[in-house]
């Protein structure tokens, strides 16, 4: 049998609009009409396959991007949302009820952070927060109560590696769902192939890749996603974090060239990288030998889509940091911005933005420093230039 491959997997589907398009028809409407009232009342009750009710539920648009997205990850189905936090917390709330408990690496993303920390107690649900490339820490960590192990495959903004075959051990052991956001690695890694149960993208970054809207997706067993989309009791569908048709039919035109997007991400950011290293940088970047998870992840990856386009620089004090990415900005190098998986590169200092929910004594025990710069790194068509327009920056500014 060939090896899976998920670029080959979305590349395979076929998909045929209303008069004959190449591109599904993008269904404008938020109802849709029944010619019987019985199969009105079988929708309603998750017994009409293929049938529409109201695009809160489903849409057209939503379902082949969600099919496109779960045949990416190997999974049966999927369901996409109105940005990656409409993902993650149905997600969550549909897997954990009152008392329960959620095992979670305390690198994530700052958001998925806050609502951890801040939001599910409130509704009885706690999380301990370990380091996740520790198998011991995170097995002691398991109660009578927990029902979620969770982390990123390469983590927010450390760009730790988690090692998910030992993780889906554990999670199977214990009867409980490992669920991975894959954001910074699509193609990549492959989760679910791993033994991860459920995968969860921000379309926002690398998937749409052209920073002009935010979206999710959960792919899981349809069972799981039928209960996130139940009209009784599925999170998503009431809580109603929805993308709308018109832009899934955009993500869905966007998706079909990740895979060369991806490839060149991950080879500037090795240039980049190597490059920076040599130069006697502190660089962290997963593709080099001097990364602590290079070994775990070079045997996690497809290793045709690289080691990915995330790479730290750390450059001592917030001043240089911050001095360094206005310089770089007024040199057309990338933009000062949050985020990731932009033709530009973006380049944020983590402890100051996306990660300023985690607070100040967490971030320096977990090794966030001040001068920490986060990079995506861009699709630039000429890297060396880029790399020599940079360090002239860096040489400019003493950092170098
Ligand atoms: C951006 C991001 C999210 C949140 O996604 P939004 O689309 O901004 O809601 C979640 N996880 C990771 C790893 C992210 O980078």
Partial sequence: MMKFNPADEVQDLQYFGEFGGVNPSISDSSTYTFLSAKTMFDTFEGNAEGCYLYSRHSSPSNLYLGQALAAMEGTETANVSASGMGAITPTLLQLCDSGDHVISSRTIYGGTYAFLK??????????????????????????AQTKVLYCETVSNPLLEIADIASLSLIAKKHNLKLVVD??????SVSPVKLGADIVIHSLTKYINGNSDTVGGVTCG?????????????????????????LRSASVMKNL?????????HSSNAMYLSKHFENDGLKVVYPGLES?????????MINPEYGF???????????????????LMQSRKLGYLAVSL?????????????TSSEIPLDEQKAMGLSDGLIRFSIGLDNNIERTYQIMKECMIELGVL
């Fill in 308 to 326: 990915g386009g995330m790479m730290t620089l750390d450059v001592r004090t917030l001043e240089k940091a911050n001095e360094l990415m206005e």
């Fill in 221 to 245: 067993s349809r069972e799981f996603i039928d209960s996130l989309k139940n009209v009784n009791s599925g999170a998503s569908m009431l809580l109603g974090p929805t993308m709308d048709s």
């Fill in 118 to 143: 801040n939001f599910t107690p409130r509704f009885g649900i706690k999380t301990t927060f370990v380091d996740i490339t520790k198998m011991d820490k995170v097995e002691a960590a398991i109660t």
């Fill in 291 to 299: 990364h602590s998870g290079h070994q775990l992840y070079k045997r």
């Fill in 182 to 187: 894959n954001t910074f690695s699509p193609l």
């Fill in 341 to 353: 998986g932009f033709y530009k590169t973006l380049f944020s200092a983590p402890g100051t933005s």
């Fill in 256 to 264: 079909r060239t990740l895979h060369i997007r991806m490839k060149q």
